[in-house]
């Protein structure tokens, strides 16, 4: 099974400050990766994804991530927050192949809170 | 964009109620649906694999009598908490992939709210 770690259970920022969430997973073999947001009392919004490709990965919102497969890492960035961008943010990994084909495993979420 | 929807929002029933929670894929076909259960302040737990026309597969842990899945056609999956009790209040979401895009995003729905009261 896979794990998945998001080192930081909560991050505080100022808006217009830069962000970085981190995420750290266990795999060996190839994996797909997510980042989710989720707003109080509502379902999970995807960012953005690496499948394949170019490592850095640009979402919605302003969001990008970098797969780092050296490292096992996909941390998210965002050069500017804003106080929309307040939010709990989930990690999610999904293997390649086999019978765990489309299951997602989740990281513990990091609660992002930006202030004025 | 592709859409789940999920019914109710919220409910609040009594203690030995049976309640049944609605995810329905809108735009597209999904052959599998997933069920999580979320605690406040925590990740999403995955309950069960639900498949079209098949057995549901559940975590382990999970008790299958207890949360009852159908997943009878490509745009439907029902859960059902039966005799609920307090200690299954919880925020609970599903999400579906769309038939044939194998390990592309998984779409959610906004999740329901359930209290036992």
């Known amino acids: 099974a896979q794990s998945v770690t998001q080192l930081d259970s909560q991050v505080p920022v100022f808006e217009e400050a830069p962000v970085e969430l981190r995420c750290n997973y266990s795999?060996?073999?190839?994996?797909?990766l997510f980042w989710y947001v989720q707003y109080p009392n509502q379902g999970l919004q995807l960012l953005l994804k690496?499948?394949?490709?170019?490592?850095l990965v640009k979402g919605i919102n302003g969001f990008e991530a970098e797969f780092n497969k050296s490292q096992t890492s996909f941390h998210l960035r965002k050069p500017s927050v804003h106080i929309s961008d307040t939010a709990e943010y989930f990690c999610?990994?999904?293997?390649?192949?086999?019978?765990?084909?489309?299951?997602?495993?989740f990281g513990r979420g990091t609660q992002l809170t930006v202030w004025p | 964009g592709a859409v789940v929807s999920q019914h109710p929002s919220w409910v609040i029933c009594k203690s030995g109620t049976s309640v049944k929670i609605e995810c329905r894929s809108l735009d597209f076909q999904a052959t599998t649906m997933f069920w999580y259960r979320q605690f406040p302040k925590q990740s999403l737990m995955l309950m069960a694999t639900?498949?079209?026309?098949?057995?549901?597969?559940?975590e382990q842990g999970v008790e299958k009598d207890k949360f009852l899945i159908n997943h009878a056609s490509l745009t439907l999956s029902t859960l059902t908490v039966t005799s609920a009790h307090p200690e299954d209040s919880s925020f609970y979401i599903c999400s579906a992939r769309d038939y044939g895009q194998n390990n592309q995003p998984q779409h959610f729905g906004d999740g329901t709210r359930l209290s036992i009261l």
């Open positions: 795999s060996s073999v190839s994996v797909y």
């Open positions: 639900s498949n079209e026309g098949s057995k549901a597969t559940y």
């Open positions: 999610a990994v999904s293997e390649g192949r086999g019978s765990t084909l489309g299951r997602l495993y």
């Open positions: 690496y499948l394949s490709g170019s490592t």
